[in-house]
């Protein structure tokens, strides 16, 4: 089993920046992989950023690519989503997953363990 807490979440405005946290626990099999999703009302979920963590691969959405970055503190079990200059529509509830092996990119896998959420508002 996997546990994963998020935090950080908030309201910003345009142009701001948040970041995110997920500490996570249990089978360390199971969370090779730690990603981002979200989620806004009335879409469908989708991956944000990836990160491999036995060496630090990653993936972005085009939409965040040179915005968002994803990075880990592997001695305290915690990924990182830093995210700059915010939009309105990146305001969404924002998962944490994960998930083992090595195949981490969140357009392609299924992730299997989720966090309970945190949510994100950017307003203009």
């Known amino acids: 089993q996997v546990q994963l807490v998020e935090s950080g979440g908030g309201s910003v405005q345009v142009g701001g920046s948040l970041r995110l946290s997920c500490a996570a626990s249990g089978d360390i099999y199971r969370r090779s992989c730690m990603a981002w999703f979200r989620q806004a009302p009335g879409k469908e979920r989708e991956g944000v950023a990836a990160i491999y963590t036995v060496d630090g691969g990653t993936h972005y959405a085009d939409s965040v690519k040179g915005r968002f970055t994803i990075s880990q503190d592997k001695a305290k079990n915690t990924a990182y989503l830093q995210m700059n200059s915010l939009k309105p529509e990146d305001s969404a509830i924002y998962y944490c997953?994960?998930?083992?092996?090595?195949?981490?990119?969140?357009?392609?896998?299924?992730?299997?363990?989720w966090g309970q959420g945190t949510q994100v508002t950017v307003s203009s």
């Open positions: 997953a994960a998930r083992g092996g090595i195949r981490c990119n969140p357009f392609i896998s299924n992730y299997t363990n």
